[in-house]
């Protein structure tokens, strides 16, 4: 239920109209920056008009939890999602109201607690691969372990989403970039440009939209082949879904969009977290002993199972924290679909509405020393004061990450099963600097050589 329209509060405050042009620079360039010092300089309601959007930006978790979860219903995903939709299409992270519905009651059970036990092996084994062919490169030059992480999450998302070995389609990681770039070209143009203006990264990705269809329709076919939609992993639920549709041309479309959908937030996401984990690893030696001493205790020299999750604690702590400080989903846009109400600020309908995980996640009221790296706060027996919803990196309400326990379970693999076996290190004088994408990622890529672990 939507709650009723209010328009009582007040206005809240924010650059002048005149300071336009600096804040279309800097959303161009540097977002991160743009959103926390408007959070520094105007406090936790802030009004940003520009050009001819006006922006309000929520950073507190009261303002948060009513935006994503109580007052859910009022607001629909908003700008860059509703953008990149022209990229992605109508899967479960962009679409809305019944389809949306439709499609997360087809998903979630295959995300489910049983489900993702299962799926302990496929990604402790596709750790073990990656494993072997980082140490295939010790001593040698740098690798780029971003590209290296990436291929890990598109490995384990084909294995447990599809039962499929996603690495038969070789260029499917690089379509997946350019589909990246043009839903990131969508958001910074609003879609002002249209798709046939032959600009370079439009090319590439009209070729990887065919890419990507090509591979969506041979992974359907096969599953046609041996049994259709009788098994119980995403795809066999997505093709029993998209049967129902009374238009196979819907269906189909559908059937591309989701796969697509959740193959991107999948991998990207993950891909990021463990970027930034080894990234702060390497900035933190005395944490990275810390998780190598739990791995070789817990698992001694074999792969992980699901029951060592809850005994590799540190390791899930030392996520946790990464994705406090870098989380990959860095912002959550919406768009009121009536007037509102936000902590007593008026919001009107039609509004674009920012909640931003990464300025929350450093908000100085509700986290000590906010940029320092201490795994050791999400100790989870130690007392927390915090509020819930100052901490967003699976955001929150109903279109909280579908994924969550996937992600989370592969990111705590990776971390112990590699810094169990070898000593990344990052090439010194490379800056690390974060790139606010779709997700959040490390410009250029992570560069580290490697070495055996001590
Ligand atoms: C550490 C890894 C991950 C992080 C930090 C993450 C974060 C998030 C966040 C913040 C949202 C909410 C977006 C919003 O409200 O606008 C989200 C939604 C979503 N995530 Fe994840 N995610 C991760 C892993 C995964 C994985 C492994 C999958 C599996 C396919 C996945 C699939 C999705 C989907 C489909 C949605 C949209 C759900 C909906 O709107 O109903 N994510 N994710």
């Given at each position: 239920m939507t709650r009723a329209a209010t328009r009582t509060g007040r206005t809240p405050p924010g650059p002048p109209r005149s300071a336009t042009p600096g804040l279309l620079r800097k959303l161009a360039g540097d977002r991160l920056a743009l959103m926390t010092s408007a959070a520094e300089q105007y406090g936790d309601a802030v009004r940003m008009a520009i050009?001819?959007?006006?922006?309000?930006?929520?950073?507190?978790?009261?303002?948060?939890?009513?935006?994503?979860?109580?007052?859910?219903?009022?607001?629909?995903?908003?700008?860059?999602?509703?953008?990149?939709?022209?990229?992605?299409?109508?899967?479960?992270?962009?679409?809305?109201?019944?389809?949306?519905?439709?499609?997360?009651?087809?998903?979630?059970?295959?995300?489910?607690?049983?489900?993702?036990?299962?799926?302990a092996g496929a990604v402790a084994e596709a750790a073990g691969r990656l494993v072997d062919r980082l140490r295939a490169g010790t001593g040698g030059p740098p690798v780029n372990l971003t590209d290296e992480v990436t291929g890990l999450t598109l490995d384990v998302l084909g294995r447990t989403?599809?039962?499929?070995?996603?690495?038969?389609?070789?260029?499917?990681?690089?379509?997946?970039?350019?589909?990246q770039d043009q839903a990131m070209f969508e958001m910074v143009t609003m879609s002002a440009v249209p798709m046939w203006v032959p600009l370079?990264?439009?090319?590439?990705?009209?070729?990887?939209?065919?890419?990507?269809?090509?591979?969506?329709?041979?992974?359907?076919?096969?599953?046609?082949?041996?049994?259709?939609?009788?098994?119980?992993?995403?795809?066999?639920?997505?093709?029993?879904?998209?049967?129902?549709?009374?238009?196979?041309?819907?269906?189909?479309?559908?059937?591309?969009?989701?796969?697509?959908?959740?193959?991107?937030?999948?991998?990207e996401t993950t891909a990021s977290t463990l970027g930034w984990a080894f990234h702060l690893l390497d900035r933190h030696p005395e944490v990275k002993e810390r998780v190598r001493a739990e791995a070789r205790a817990v698992l001694g020299d074999r792969a992980p199972v699901f029951e060592d999750l809850h005994a590799l604690r540190y390791t899930a702590m030392v996520v946790d924290e990464v994705v406090r400080l870098f989380p990959p989903v860095w912002i959550l846009p919406r768009?009121?679909?009536?007037?509102?109400?936000?902590?007593?600020?008026?919001?009107?309908?039609?509004?674009?509405?920012?909640?931003?995980?990464?300025?929350?996640?450093?908000?100085?009221?509700?986290?000590?020393?906010?940029?320092?790296?201490?795994?050791?706060?999400?100790?989870?027996?130690?007392?927390?004061?915090?509020?819930?919803?100052?901490?967003?990196?699976?955001?929150?309400?109903?279109?909280?990450?579908?994924?969550s326990h996937l992600g989370l379970m592969e990111a705590v693999f990776t971390l112990a099963v590699v810094t169990r076996e070898l000593d990344l290190r990052a090439v010194p004088d490379r800056p690390?600097?974060?790139?606010?994408?779709?997700?959040?990622?490390?410009?250029?890529?992570l560069a580290v050589t490697v070495h055996p672990a001590g």
């Open positions: 050009g001819p959007k006006t922006l309000y930006f929520f950073n507190h978790p009261d303002h948060a939890k009513h935006v994503l979860a109580d007052n859910a219903a009022a607001y629909h995903k908003g700008i860059g999602l509703v953008h990149a939709r022209r990229a992605i299409g109508d899967g479960l992270l962009t679409s809305e109201g019944e389809l949306w519905r439709k499609q997360r009651r087809a998903t979630q059970p295959a995300f489910q607690h049983r489900r993702i036990a299962g799926q989403l599809l039962s499929e070995d996603l690495s038969r389609f070789e260029h499917i990681g690089h379509s997946f970039e350019a589909v370079p990264h439009q090319l590439r990705f009209r070729r990887a939209r065919k890419e990507l269809r090509r591979v969506v329709d041979r992974l359907a076919a096969r599953r046609v082949e041996h049994g259709g939609a009788d098994g119980d992993d995403v795809l066999s639920r997505v093709l029993a879904s998209v049967a129902e549709e009374p238009d196979a041309a819907v269906g189909e479309r559908r059937l591309h969009d989701e796969l697509v959908t959740l193959l991107l937030a999948g991998h768009r009121a679909q009536a007037d509102d109400d936000v902590g007593g600020w008026s919001v009107p309908a039609g509004a674009d509405v920012l909640v931003c995980p990464y300025t929350l996640h450093r908000h100085p009221a509700f986290w000590d020393r906010p940029d320092r790296f201490d795994p050791d706060r999400f100790d989870p027996s130690a007392a927390h004061d915090r509020p819930r919803y100052a901490y967003l990196p699976f955001g929150a309400g109903p279109r909280f990450c579908v994924g690390v600097v974060p790139e606010p994408m779709l997700s959040l990622r490390i410009r250029g890529g």
